[in-house]
């Protein structure tokens, strides 16, 4: 016997959300559930079409996934960012970017023993894979904390979750000559790239970061934000093709492959770009009302150059400012869910409607 999972693995942080929540519902207009940030606007007629038009699958696909797929994130790269020198085999689909996420350490035959590494702030699925492969998880934002030693994995993540940071150029590429230099995979999760506020956004796939090889990285993206089809579990991962060889093989064992109806919906919305553009519109307006609204009402926001939350604080522990805004029907993440360091944050999503995020901002005021 291993044990129970719950001596092996943290609290699943959003149950300890119940009580807060329910203060929030009770509110006379109902709750604004800012905690998850879960995209709440249609998916893409596009995307929709493709799926119904693929409807028919009676076989089955395949772990690779269509060579058509994958040469459609060759081309979103190079399209949306610049991205030049990568081909479909240096590209593996996956079954949302928290599967993947998830099992990779086990999936790279990590174990006892081997380091993760992750931002102090962090999603938490990235200390949870590491616990679950049995590796000894370690929180760091500087490569300097690990001395002479090095992490057999490390994770960044711009624009980050949940607290918005978006790294420089200078900073992903002296990390990747680090990562380098010790023989370390180093993992960018780079799914809010298109959600860039403040600044520029940046992937350690571009040649100005990675000197034109791929070597030792991998980058994960993900369709549920950009194409608001968290409901349909499609993602990718694209980096050093031995790596990806490897995980294909194994995957292949495993049987994680995308439907094949949901592999022609991520095609057709990667290549369209004008949903994204309209989504992004929609962002950036709620932020704005959003952030207005709690600047006002005495909030302090830091970070949040990028991705779908505001990092915001009162000066005092985050359960109390949870309990506050509860009061008033919204509810928000505590930033200790992403690690000691966010004790006194609250991360505030602006994925909900215009007309919640606008009774939140009535709320505030």
């Not at 479909?88 to 996956?94: G, S």
Request: proline share 7%; aromatic share 8%.
């Amino acid at each position: 016997m291993t044990g129970p999972v719950s001596a092996r693995l943290p609290v699943f942080p959003w149950d300890t959300l119940a009580e807060a929540k329910a203060r929030a519902a009770a509110h006379p207009d109902g709750i604004v559930d800012l905690s998850v940030g879960a995209p709440v606007d249609d998916s893409p007629q596009v995307a929709q079409d493709a799926l119904a038009k693929a409807a028919n699958a009676p076989g089955y696909p395949t772990v690779f996934g269509p060579v058509s797929l994958r040469q459609s994130v060759v081309d979103w790269l190079a399209r949306r960012f610049g991205i030049t020198g990568v081909t479909p085999d240096q590209v593996l689909p996956t079954v949302g970017s928290k599967e993947f996420i998830g099992n990779l350490p086990v999936q790279l035959g990590l174990g006892p023993g081997d380091v993760v590494a992750f931002p102090t702030l962090a999603y938490p699925t990235y200390e949870v894979g590491a616990r679950y492969a049995r590796c000894e998880p370690v929180a760091a934002d500087s490569t300097v904390a690990f001395g002479p030693s090095a992490p057999r994995l490390l994770y960044l993540n711009s624009p980050a979750n949940p607290h918005g940071q978006v790294l420089g150029a200078d900073h992903l590429r002296k990390t990747v000559e680090w990562c380098r230099e010790r023989g370390t995979l180093l993992v960018s999760d780079e799914c809010y790239l298109e959600f860039v506020w403040e600044g520029e956004a940046t992937s350690v796939l571009h040649p100005d970061i990675n000197g034109g090889s791929l070597e030792g990285i991998l980058a994960v993206h993900s369709l549920s934000k950009r194409s608001n089809l968290a409901g349909y579990r499609d993602a990718f991962v694209v980096g050093d093709q031995a790596v990806i060889g490897e995980l294909l093989a194994l995957r292949k064992h495993l049987g994680f492959m995308l439907p094949a109806p949901v592999a022609a919906a991520m095609e057709a919305a990667l290549g369209d770009d004008a949903h994204v553009d309209a989504q992004r519109e929609r962002y950036a307006r709620r932020r704005a009302v959003l952030r207005s609204a709690l600047e006002k009402a005495g909030f302090e926001i830091t970070h949040s150059q990028g991705s779908l939350y505001l990092w915001a604080t009162r000066g005092e522990h985050c359960r109390d400012t949870v309990a506050w805004l509860a009061e008033r029907g919204i509810l928000v993440a505590p930033g200790e869910f992403y690690g000691p360091a966010g004790a006194r944050h609250v991360r505030v999503g602006f994925t909900a409607t215009d007309e919640r995020i606008a009774a939140a901002a009535a709320r505030l005021a």
